[in-house]
């Protein structure tokens, strides 16, 4: 399935920073290349915690992307020019993210409803020298057809692929993909089109890929979380999850410096969506926890089970 299909690994704010990208990769790989969550801007600064995460000796994947939100030009050129600096020379730009907070400030999905505004973004970052781009987006943000002004833009920065998710930002992960408009975007987008959305399994990439055969590639993203095997299914075993797991606990262990309680929930959140498959009462009892000698106990009952 990987071998004629261009895999990318979609990036899940608070969960695919460069400790999980690097622990997913050693251990288990599978995509083809690695996308960076959004960086920001707060208060006028790059939050240092972004800048850290994009370093190139913080990630020992085989291919990265670093992304930045869409937002500002002027916010927008502040970030891609420190990637720069770094020595990235392709960055992609977030135009996806549904979560209100974000797009209600016009970034993000937020900013699709607005053409004018996406089009002064283009043309400042087209004036950043030796970058090239990609871009990330939904449908709109409340209807999906706002795509169709955005792509007749996407010439300004001449993007080497669009990521679309078939849904608008208001839906956030809720309702029913949108093929019917995805479809109309394949057709008219001159650039190649990656599909992203409910991919959780290998029947679903190679039914996405029948569906569309015009697609460069798939973006998997939420699945790959849940099951960091699902693109190399011999690979899932309970001492792989638990070597990830414990990765990330040391990694988090050593960054974090708010004491116990920071890294509790820091793990308590990977969670939510890490595993669902594994015994109910083991994920309770980690969800349960209050202290990390209780949360470690539930962990190893958890990962034990599922040895059995």
Same mark, same amino acid.
């Given at each position: 399935?990987? $071998? ?5 690994? !979609? ?11 690097? !622990? ?5 790989? +599978? ?5 960076? @969550?959004?960086?920001?801007? $707060?208060?006028?600064? /790059? ?8 370093? @190139? ?8 992307? %670093? ?5 500002? @030009? ?25 979560? @209100? ?6 970034? +993000?999905?937020? =900013? ?70 995805? !479809? !109309? ?6 650039? %190649? &089109? &990656? ?6 399994? =290998? ?11 015009? /697609?460069?590639? &798939?973006? &998997?993203?939420? +699945?790959?979380?849940e099951d960091p095997a699902m693109l190399c299914p011999e690979k899932a075993t309970a001492n792989n999850y638990c070597e990830l797991h414990n990765r ?26 890490f595993l669902p498959q594994a015994p109910r009462k083991s994920l309770k009892a980690i969800k349960k926890a209050t202290t990390m000698a209780k949360y ?13």
């Amino acid at each position: 399935m990987t $071998e004629d299909t261009t895999i990318l690994c !979609a990036p899940v704010q608070g969960i695919t920073d460069c400790h999980w990208r690097n !622990a997913h990769h050693q251990i288990f790989g +599978g995509p083809d290349h690695y996308y960076g @969550p959004f960086m920001r801007v $707060e208060h006028g600064e /790059i939050r240092k915690r972004d800048l850290a995460d994009a370093l @190139p000796e913080n990630n020992a994947v085989q291919s990265f992307t %670093p992304q930045i939100l869409g937002c500002r @030009p002027q916010d927008a050129l502040r970030m891609v020019r420190a990637l720069a600096e770094m020595g990235h020379r392709v960055v992609d730009i977030n135009l996806g993210c549904p979560f @209100p907070p974000i797009a209600m400030h016009h970034k +993000g999905s937020g =900013l699709l409803q607005y053409p004018d505004e996406v089009e002064n973004l283009f043309k400042a970052l087209h004036e950043v020298e030796g970058v090239s781009y990609s871009v990330k987006m939904r449908l709109g943000w409340d209807d999906p057809q706002q795509w169709r002004d955005i792509v007749r833009l996407l010439d300004i920065i001449a993007p080497q692929q669009v990521v679309m998710h078939p849904r608008t930002g208001r839906q956030q992960y809720k309702g029913m993909l949108n093929y019917d408009e995805f !479809a !109309a975007l394949l057709e008219l987008c001159p650039y %190649p &089109v &990656v599909f992203n959305g409910e991919l959780k399994t =290998l029947d679903d990439i190679t039914r996405i890929k029948q569906v569309f055969p015009g /697609i460069a590639g &798939v973006m &998997v993203g939420r +699945g790959l979380i849940e099951d960091p095997a699902m693109l190399c299914p011999e690979k899932a075993t309970a001492n792989n999850y638990c070597e990830l797991h414990n990765r990330l606990r040391d990694a988090y262990t050593q960054q974090l410096n708010g004491g116990e309680h920071q890294l509790l929930l820091k793990m308590k959140s990977l969670w939510e969506v890490f595993l669902p498959q594994a015994p109910r009462k083991s994920l309770k009892a980690i969800k349960k926890a209050t202290t990390m000698a209780k949360y470690n106990v539930a962990v190893s009952e958890l990962f034990y089970s599922m040895e059995e």
